[in-house]
């Protein structure tokens, strides 16, 4: 599944002027492709209060020219101040970062930060989180290492394409980072949240437009009508729907995009069903003017990747009933990250002018908001002393939370947390940086993630789900092989029994066989130990 990040004609606000501390803060970011973005992290070196690296599965990076001061010898610069300017380049130009290259255009388009401020953007990566704290950006040959220093963590870029020594040197330094916790969404993007100190009883959230491509689902032959539930979410700002025949070479939208075929329909909406809300219907009316940049962002969508694009002009788009635009946020583009778009079902209905005569492949186009949050909740600071802890919870190691939204992990990370070293313990020596890595997940089905959690993390908390047979069955294949299947099942029914919110799997490889089982981490819990080997 590819996702894309795209932007069409959203303005960058700016709310930091007058801001008063603790005051919510929006921010609204552009973006760019990946290839834009890579001679920032080659050439530029800045010193931040807060960093987040920003994208989508790696294949999209914000855009961020930092202060216009480019050249060959930029990555030798150090600047003792904190990012207070953030340059945003429409998505559609090129973005050269050689010496030669006039950054006066740059330059008209600034945005400056309120001082007291610190910047963040936002990245999902991948999976590959090594114990060393190595983050591997994929798509490319970039990869950012967190380096444990005194009272200074640096986030190392090696573009793989210089020498030994001087991929050694930082490219980036983050100073007085409190937390950084890794959100995973249901397509295994990962999220990297950090905030300062000196910022950090002040709220703020963060929007930015984001789509992604998802499907295929099986449109079989002899069908003269659909309906389809595509999934259950934010109402998103517009939906696109287009349908590639299965039996064609290169049928997929990812590998031949432009092939593309023709249905004639006699009817076509969507729908959007809240409970907040009724149930209306939005159709696709060419005559509306959100249609023609519906259309042109598709086309960017493709063009990011491929060297062509679907080969219709904007007349035949409206004509052809090749791809279906289904505008559904009435409102238009959100002007405040507050505004939280209503969460329910979307769904489409076609009608076709005569029986399908073969089987197709739809797929579809999520345009919508990304909105994500800052608050002390989630971010909190990890710069205490350490005690004994209870289990043993290790130093340097990522722990990983996986349950539904509302399962608890929040609220559990924030009393492991406020209860400290009793649960998470010292990262090191005083005097350096305690960093710990929070990998909260939704789901644990695919394999590759699964292996790659296995690998990378030491302990995982296991919340209950609707479908958790088959995710502990998944888990007991990948933690204990060669164990029946239903074992851990039976252990997290029994944990369930005792009122426990998650079941622990300690990971470590210095915790005994027969001892990787527990639960009651907190102070006011039970503590049991299941063995069952």
């Excluded at 689902?217 to 002899?222: E, I, N, W």
Aim: aromatic content about 12%; overall charge positive.
């Amino acid at each position: 599944m590819r996702s894309k990040i795209i932007n069409t004609r959203y303005e960058v606000a700016d709310e930091r002027f007058g801001a008063e501390p603790g005051a919510q803060i929006t921010k609204y970011m552009e973006c760019a492709p990946l290839s834009d973005i890579m001679s920032v992290f080659k050439q530029v070196l800045v010193k931040l209060n807060t960093v987040c690296l920003a994208g989508n599965q790696g294949n999209n990076l914000f855009k961020v020219a930092i202060d216009g001061r480019f050249g060959k010898s930029a990555h030798e610069k150090e600047y003792s101040k904190p990012l207070t300017t953030l340059y945003v380049e429409d998505t559609g130009s090129t973005f050269d970062m050689g010496a030669t290259r006039d950054n006066a255009g740059f330059k008209t388009r600034a945005k400056c930060f309120d001082s007291e401020l610190s910047f963040v953007s936002y990245c999902p990566l991948n999976l590959d989180i090594a114990r060393s704290g190595r983050l591997l950006i994929p798509g490319c040959s970039l990869q950012v290492t967190l380096v444990h220093q005194a009272d200074s963590v640096r986030l190392m870029a090696d573009p793989g394409t210089v020498d030994a020594a001087k991929s050694l040197k930082p490219k980036f330094v983050i100073e007085e980072i409190s937390l950084i916790v890794c959100r995973v969404a249901v397509t295994n993007e990962i999220y990297l949240e950090t905030q300062s100190r000196l910022n950090r009883s002040a709220k703020a959230m963060y929007q930015f437009p984001r789509t992604a491509c998802y499907g295929p689902t099986q449109v079989l032959r002899g069908l003269t009508e659909l309906n389809v539930r595509l999934f259950h979410g934010p109402r998103p700002y517009a939906l696109i729907v287009f349908f590639v025949k299965s039996a064609a070479a290169n049928g997929s939208y990812q590998l031949n995009p432009q092939r593309t075929d023709h249905l004639n329909t006699i009817e076509c909406c969507a729908y959007f069903n809240s409970y907040q809300y009724p149930q209306p219907s939005y159709r696709p009316d060419f005559d509306q003017p959100d249609v023609a940049p519906l259309y042109n962002a598709l086309l960017k969508v493709w063009n990011v990747n491929k060297t062509y694009n679907c080969g219709f002009p904007l007349s035949a788009f409206n004509e052809s009933q090749t791809y279906f635009a289904f505008p559904m946020d009435p409102n238009g583009s959100i002007k405040s990250a507050s505004s939280v778009p209503p969460v329910g079902d979307v769904s489409i209905r076609f009608r076709f002018s005569k029986e399908t005569d073969q089987t197709y492949n739809m797929y579809w186009y999520v345009i919508s908001h990304a909105t994500v949050a800052i608050d002390t909740s989630r971010i909190v600071t990890m710069n205490y002393i350490a005690e004994i802890p209870y289990f043993g919870l290790r130093a340097n190691s990522t722990i990983c939370f996986a349950g539904p939204a509302g399962s608890g992990k929040t609220t559990l990370i924030a009393a492991l947390i406020k209860q400290r070293a009793s649960a998470i313990p010292d990262l090191g020596p005083i005097k350096k940086m305690r960093i710990t890595i929070f990998l909260v997940v939704h789901h644990l089905y695919s394999t590759t993630a699964l292996r790659a959690i296995r690998l990378h993390c030491a302990y995982i908390f296991v919340f209950p789900t609707p479908s958790a047979a088959q995710q502990l069955r998944s888990l007991c294949r990948e933690y204990f092989p060669g164990e029946k299947t239903d074992l851990l099942l039976a252990v997290f029914n029994c944990a369930r029994s005792v009122d426990s919110r998650y079941l622990l799997i300690d990971n470590h490889s210095d915790t005994k066989h027969d001892q990787r089982l527990k639960l009651g981490l907190l102070n006011d819990e039970k503590k049991y130990i299941y063995q069952w080997f």
